[in-house]
């Protein structure tokens, strides 16, 4: 969900080229690739989940140390395995 918007609610456009100006004195809007878009925003988030499971690792570890209860870490377990699917869903 973004921006309280389901992602398969919303509706992908491709971009047209732009049409030639008669003016040579204006630049005409630039074209954009939306596959390279889509990779990168791929890119972006498997980084990002990356990230995440390693900072819940660390806090695992140091909650094992601490002699934190069992079933906060599990919960973290938990959390990761739900990131995970709520991030497939998505993509």
Do not use: C
């Not at 570890?61 to 497939?88: F, G, M």
């Amino acid at each position: 969900m973004r921006f309280r918007v389901p992602v398969d609610k919303l509706t992908h456009v491709e971009r047209r080229p732009p049409t030639r100006t008669s003016n040579p004195f204006t630049d005409p809007e630039p074209v954009i690739d939306a596959d390279e878009i889509l990779e990168r925003i791929g890119s972006v988030q498997a980084e990002n989940l990356k990230r995440l499971d390693d900072d819940i690792d660390i806090l695992k570890s140091y909650l094992k140390t601490q002699h934190a209860p069992k079933a906060a870490i599990e919960t973290l377990e938990v959390l990761t395995v739900e990131q995970h699917v709520s991030w497939e869903e998505g993509h």
